[in-house]
């Protein structure tokens, strides 16, 4: 499956502001959920991703929203106004009151350099994953210099999920937008497989 550049014109980032909290550390699943009870219509687009919230350790597992925290979430533009209507509710994220405040939209950059921090890995072996990583790259028509990083686990539907972080170097700008509005792998609705520029 190559990339389709036509993917990117229509994919953007939403930044939603948030407070409240404590969360645990691990809370993709818990995030998703919420957010797709509040807004039922997002369920229905797989191509959907979400992005950890940032946040700062409270030093006892769990993290602690900052002012500067934020939602951060890439999709079709169509879906910004389902989003945008959630805006000044409060959703629950594993037992923890999350607020939604105001919202920012931004086009995707064609950076050269990718970092996602975490890719789905369907064997939880850095060697596979290397292998993974080539062939699934190798299938969107990009040929590129990648470093694979920290791997870690992640909370899924049926169980742990393993993946690891991926830097890709000297994309094209046609690469790097699709590639940002397509993903790599499974589970974007987790942060699995989204990238984001690294300068």
Request: proline residues 5%; contains cysteine; aromatic residues 4%.
């Amino acid at each position: 499956m190559a990339l389709n550049p036509a993917a990117d014109l229509s994919t953007v980032d939403l930044a939603i502001a948030v407070s409240g909290g404590p969360l645990p550390r691990d809370h993709s699943l818990a995030l998703w959920n919420a957010l797709a009870r509040a807004a039922p219509s997002l369920a229905e687009d797989e191509t959907i991703a979400v992005l950890p919230l940032r946040a700062a350790s409270a030093g006892d597992g769990r993290l602690v929203l900052q002012r500067r925290s934020r939602l951060l979430m890439r999709l079709a533009d169509s879906h910004v106004d389902a989003m945008l209507a959630l805006c000044g509710r409060q959703i629950q994220v594993a037992g923890a009151a999350i607020l939604l405040g105001a919202a920012k939209t931004r086009p995707l950059s064609p950076y050269a350099t990718l970092y996602a921090h975490r890719v789905a890995a369907e064997h939880d072996d850095e060697s596979e994953f290397v292998r993974q990583a080539t062939r699934d790259l190798e299938q969107l028509g990009v040929r590129a210099e990648f470093i694979v990083g920290k791997r870690t686990l992640t909370r899924g539907p049926l169980g742990e999920l393993a993946g690891f972080s991926l830097m890709l170097a000297e994309l094209t700008p046609r690469q790097s937008l699709a590639l940002q509005a397509s993903g790599l792998g499974a589970h974007r609705r987790l942060g699995f497989g989204i990238f984001v520029g690294h300068k």
